[in-house]
């Protein structure tokens, strides 16, 4: 998520011109309060409940058949269309309700000055009885007055001349200007608009909570196929943290403001944002498209959409990482022009080098006795867990049970290795935690005892075809000393001479989907810290290790893909709503 400081809300006590607010506003898409942007309006004087406005507007509308929304989740209102109805209604009914509630909320105002006089209590009781004939459920949101799209939507044209296009949105192109007034308390539920939006107030007060779609995965969105898919689907009033735990930390990204009459708030595209209205608050909102939404090219939608998926998956794989312990030392990618490399692209290319390069003669030497004491450790707990592992494996019959089986084994699998805690994966614990010039030396290493168990294996079957002639006794006594004297010269423990190919099983049967990915972002760092020629050295002793050179790296590249899949499905679930593993 981007710095606090670069998305915090600012306010201006004046306007600033058309061209500062395109260029450092609107193009930072971050939202901005303007104190005293309606002053100027005649509707700031005219429409003001207190100065008679609800008759102005009352004599300038008249019955003008209005959509109003009428909810039993009042004073919340939702998005979505089963949780409210659209009714046609009348202006100058709507306007009634308003001035009943004007005169409940004055009755009542007297009865309260009554009651602290006389101490009685059945006028109090009688004045919010009448309260209760009051449809507060009903509420005029997004009644039109200019509409570019559809004329013949447009109910309140009229109003438009006692309204101003504000100094900030003269060169726009607007999509529509629309009414927003209740006559009681109200609440929006938490949503984004597809378009950048001007909110005015011009009549009481409105408490306004905003998000940047950063925070989505806090929010929950609703599922991108649905009819409310631009709204939270966590419930205002009473969240459950149990259905919803992400939610329990939104408050984090939120910023609040308020906004008196002749005050504007800047809402842009995407941001979600909550609204509270006082008692008869009136407000107007001018939305207009994006410049980035006008620049994107149809024919382009495509490549737009898996370029955003893949900077997504990127920052999901990081935080996977973070959350299972590994966020101490994340590995940053340095990026061409500001912009988001796939890190799959840059990682594979790196496990390709190793394959078809020319035999090179390496520097004879015994990486086992040159290993730091660090590196000592590291092959000794990497050895003792692939050892441990594979004994587990032949005692259950499934040695096989390894990367190359997760696809077989399904999607489950896959889930519970990637979110098992770090704890459980201790092979990928160790890859993390070691330096990459250290796990380079200890991959040589492993890679040499392979080697070099090969080499025996074959000067082995050369002694026993030599021997072929002479007596059986001598040849076992023979044979027997030779084997004794090789591993005596090369140093190795009783382990590593019972299991000389631990790359190779660790590789093939014991790196999980966690371990890949980490496995490849340490080859990557090895590369930043080597020459080209020793980096292609050691890819080339790394993959000799190998019988099928190809089939190791198909095992990394499937764990690692596979826990890209599994970033992938959080996306979805975090940011459009969709979640594959119900």
Not at 85 to 95: A, E
Not at 259 to 268: H, K, R, S, V, Y
């Amino acid at each position: 998520m981007e710095s606090s400081s670069s998305i915090r809300i600012r306010t201006y006590e004046e306007l600033p011109s058309a061209k500062d607010f395109e260029s450092l506003i609107e193009a930072a898409n971050v939202p901005a309060v303007f104190r005293g942007c309606t002053n100027d309006w005649k509707a700031l004087f005219h429409w003001n409940p207190s100065n008679g406005g609800l008759d102005y507007l009352q004599a300038r509308v008249g019955s003008c058949m209005v959509e109003a929304m009428i909810s039993q989740s009042a004073p919340v209102f939702y998005g979505d269309l089963g949780s409210h109805q659209r009714v046609p209604l009348p202006f100058s009914n709507f306007v009634g309700f308003c001035k009943k509630r004007m005169q409940v909320q004055g009755e009542d105002q007297q009865c309260i000055d009554h009651c602290n006089a006389s101490q009685t209590h059945d006028d109090t009781q009688h004045a919010y009885l009448d309260l209760e004939d009051v449809p507060e459920q009903i509420y005029l949101a997004q009644v039109s007055i200019m509409n570019s799209d559809c004329q013949e939507n447009v109910q309140l044209a009229t109003l438009r001349e006692d309204i101003h296009m504000p100094q900030i949105l003269e060169a726009k192109e607007l999509s529509s200007i629309n009414l927003w007034m209740n006559n009681a308390q109200a609440r929006s539920s938490t949503h984004y608009d597809p378009h950048h939006n001007l909110l005015c107030i011009v009549s009481g007060c409105k408490q306004v909570v905003l998000w940047p779609p950063s925070a989505s995965p806090s929010l929950y969105p609703m599922p991108i196929y649905g009819e409310a898919s631009n709204h939270s689907a966590v419930t205002l009033e009473n969240p459950d943290y149990s259905i919803y735990p992400r939610a329990e930390c939104s408050m984090e990204f939120a910023q609040k403001v308020v906004l008196q009459a002749g005050d504007a708030l800047f809402i842009p595209e995407g941001w979600f944002h909550q609204v509270d209205s006082d008692d008869l608050t009136i407000a107007i909102n001018f939305w207009w498209r994006s410049n980035m939404m006008s620049s994107m090219l149809e024919h382009m939608d495509a490549y737009y959409l898996r370029r955003i998926l893949r900077r997504l998956i990127d920052k999901e794989m990081d935080q996977l990482l973070f959350k299972l312990g590994m966020g101490t030392r994340m590995h940053v990618y340095k990026l061409p022009n500001n912009g988001q490399a796939d890190h799959a692209d840059d990682n594979y290319g790196q496990l390709l080098k190793g394959m078809d390069l020319k035999e090179k003669n390496l520097k004879e030497r015994n990486p086992l006795l040159e290993l730091e004491p660090a590196a000592v450790q590291v092959l000794h707990e990497l050895v003792s867990l692939v050892h441990n592992s594979v004994s587990a494996n032949q005692d259950q019959q499934s040695l096989s049970t390894s990367l190359n089986d997760y696809e077989l084994v399904g999607n489950d699998k896959c889930e519970r290795i990637v979110n098992v805690d770090l704890k459980d994966d201790l092979v990928a614990k160790i890859l993390w935690d070691v330096k990459p010039e250290t796990l380079q030396d200890v991959f040589l290493a492993m890679a040499a005892r392979a080697r070099a168990s090969v080499v025996r294996a074959r000067a082995t079957a050369a002694t026993v075809r030599e021997l072929r002639g002479e007596g059986e006794g001598d040849n076992l006594v023979r044979l027997r000393r030779g084997k004794a004297m090789t591993a005596t010269d090369d140093g190795d423990s009783d382990s590593e001479l019972n299991f000389p190919r631990t790359l190779e099983a660790l590789v093939l049967h014991v790196l999980s989907p966690v371990g890949a990915e980490v496995l490849t972002r340490k080859f990557d760092e090895m590369d930043q810290l080597t020459l080209g020629e020793d980096r292609n050295r050691f890819y080339e002793v790394f993959y000799s290790a190998f019988d099928d050179q190809s089939a190791a790296m198909n095992s990394i590249l499937k764990g690692k893909e596979l826990f890209t899949q599994q970033a992938f499905k959080n996306v979805l679930d975090k940011f459009v709503g969709v979640n594959l593993q119900s």
